[in-house]
Nanobody, 113 residues
Framework: VQLQASGGGLVEAGGSLRLSCAAS????????IGWYRQAPGQQRELVAY??????NYADSMMGRCTISSNNAKNTGYLQMDRLKPEDTAVYYC?????????WGQGTLVTVSS
């Protein structure tokens, strides 16, 4: 299974970005999708997570992002609005199938002040 993340880039504070993560190489559906981020010198942290009908967001992103998925396309999305400079990080997608966990390569989000 391979995950391809895209949608990162440079945006001004207050702007929006939509990240996508497409999975290939699997005919099975994924039971959970998560988005994580890692800023320079910081640990990787959870941004948003969706599993079945349950959605969770990091406190720092609550109300500013929406996680969604298209199971037919094996693709996950993260819509981020009202971005802040402190949101600058490499964003990683994570898909889970049972006990298996897969990571995308990361996409850089840079928010300028």
């Amino acid at each position: 299974v391979q995950l391809q993340a895209s949608g990162g880039g440079l945006v001004e504070a207050g702007g929006s970005l939509r990240l996508s993560c497409a999975a290939s190489g699997s005919t099975r559906s994924f039971n959970a999708i998560g988005w994580y981020r890692q800023a320079p010198g910081q640990q990787r942290e959870l941004v948003a997570y969706i599993s079945g009908g349950s959605v969770n967001y990091a406190d720092s992103m609550m109300g500013r992002c929406t996680i969604s998925s298209n199971n037919a396309k094996n693709t996950g999305y993260l819509q981020m609005d009202r971005l802040k400079p402190e949101d600058t990080a490499v964003y990683y997608c994570n898909f889970r199938q049972g006990w298996d966990s897969y990571w995308g390569q990361g996409t850089l989000v840079t928010v300028s002040s």
